[in-house]
Nanobody, 123 residues
Framework: VQLQASGGGLVQAGGSLGLSCAAS????????MGWFRQAPGKEREFVGA????????NYADSVKGRFTISRDNAKNTVYLQMNSLKPEDTAVYYC?????????????????WGQGTQVTVSS
């Protein structure tokens, strides 16, 4: 089982970036998917999550209104669209597959993790 995150890069403040996370080895259509991030010297933090069907998503207050999570179960892929990026959004972004059908902000509710993709926002 593998989660492959991609789409990271360098962007100026105020810009946009889209991340993808493709799963292989098994289907996660019955599982919630989440995005977390970890900045240098900081703990990993919750960004957002989406339920199994894609009908419900929830976000950290720091990204609410700027980031959007979506999923395509036919492609076994989850997406994170990031708009109005700020320098404080700079981090390694990780996708993860939850143990449950509903999203959770707790890292311990996720069994599978991608390798992370770097997002750098310049001021």
């Amino acid at each position: 089982v593998q989660l492959q995150a991609s789409g990271g890069g360098l962007v100026q403040a105020g810009g946009s970036l889209g991340l993808s996370c493709a799963a292989s080895g098994r289907t996660f259509s019955n599982n919630a998917m989440g995005w977390f991030r970890q900045a240098p010297g900081k703990e990993r933090e919750f960004v957002g999550a989406i339920n199994w069907s894609g009908s419900v998503s929830n976000y950290a207050d720091s990204v609410k209104g700027r980031f959007t999570i979506s999923r395509d179960n036919a492609k076994n892929t989850v997406y994170l669209q990031m708009n109005s990026l700020k320098p404080e959004d700079t981090a390694v972004y990780y996708c993860a597959a939850a143990r449950y059908a509903l999203g959770s902000p707790q890292a311990y509710d996720y069994d599978y993790w991608g390798q992370g993709t770097q997002v750098t926002v310049s001021s």
